[in-house]
């Protein structure tokens, strides 16, 4: 997703694909890894649906964000800011999330994994993008919210 790359990095068909991907790469999840997977999962499909919800309702308040198209960390208020201008600029055609590890310690969880997407700006040729993405969430009373993301570029040649 172009907004949460450009925001976490900003950050795939999912749905039952993706979910069995999920569980193809860590048959041994436990419910904690799975549940926190599921969030992920779920983020990616608001952000690319552009419904207003990514980052809003999924970050916690105190987040941090920074990736390689920002030149500082970023909180809150201004990947929200981010996100709508990117929301109006470009469009993600099709894009995969693959989990590659998700440890959980207490009330923390961390989530490395990588994302696969095509974005468009208005009539601009497609591009394809590879992300490594480390993102750290938090469990409130709710469920988990993202603390902290962060994304680099895996030249995809």
Same mark, same amino acid.
């Given at each position: 997703?172009?907004?949460?790359?450009?925001?976490?990095?900003? $950050?795939?068909?999912?749905?039952?694909?993706?979910?069995?991907?999920?569980?193809?790469?860590?048959?041994?999840?436990?419910? #904690?890894?799975?549940?926190?997977?599921?969030?992920?999962?779920?983020?990616?499909?608001?952000?690319?649906?552009?419904?207003?919800?990514?980052?809003?309702?999924?970050?916690?308040?105190?987040?941090?964000?920074?990736?390689?198209?920002?030149?500082?960390?970023?909180?809150?208020?201004?990947?929200?800011?981010?996100?709508?201008?990117?929301?109006?600029?470009?469009?993600?055609?099709?894009?995969?999330?693959?989990?590659?590890?998700?440890?959980?310690?207490?009330?923390?969880?961390?989530?490395?994994?990588?994302?696969?997407?095509?974005?468009?700006?208005?009539?601009?040729?497609? #591009?394809?993008?590879?992300?490594?993405? $480390?993102?750290?969430?938090?469990?409130?009373?709710?469920?988990?919210?993202?603390?902290?993301?962060?994304?680099?570029?895996?030249?995809?040649?």
């Amino acid at each position: 997703m172009t907004n949460r790359i450009l925001v976490a990095s900003a $950050v795939l068909a999912l749905g039952f694909g993706a979910s069995q991907a999920a569980i193809a790469q860590a048959p041994t999840w436990s419910t #904690e890894q799975t549940a926190v997977w599921k969030v992920v999962e779920q983020s990616w499909v608001d952000d690319v649906a552009q419904n207003g919800k990514w980052p809003s309702t999924y970050v916690d308040d105190n987040v941090v964000s920074w990736g390689a198209d920002t030149p500082s960390p970023q909180y809150k208020a201004s990947m929200e800011k981010w996100n709508r201008f990117n929301n109006s600029q470009s469009k993600t055609l099709q894009y995969e999330v693959s989990p590659l590890a998700i440890a959980i310690s207490g009330n923390t969880a961390v989530v490395n994994y990588t994302a696969l997407q095509v974005t468009q700006r208005a009539t601009d040729k497609p #591009e394809r993008e590879a992300t490594g993405i $480390v993102e750290t969430l938090v469990r409130d009373g709710k469920g988990w919210k993202f603390l902290s993301t962060t994304g680099f570029d895996m030249k995809n040649k």
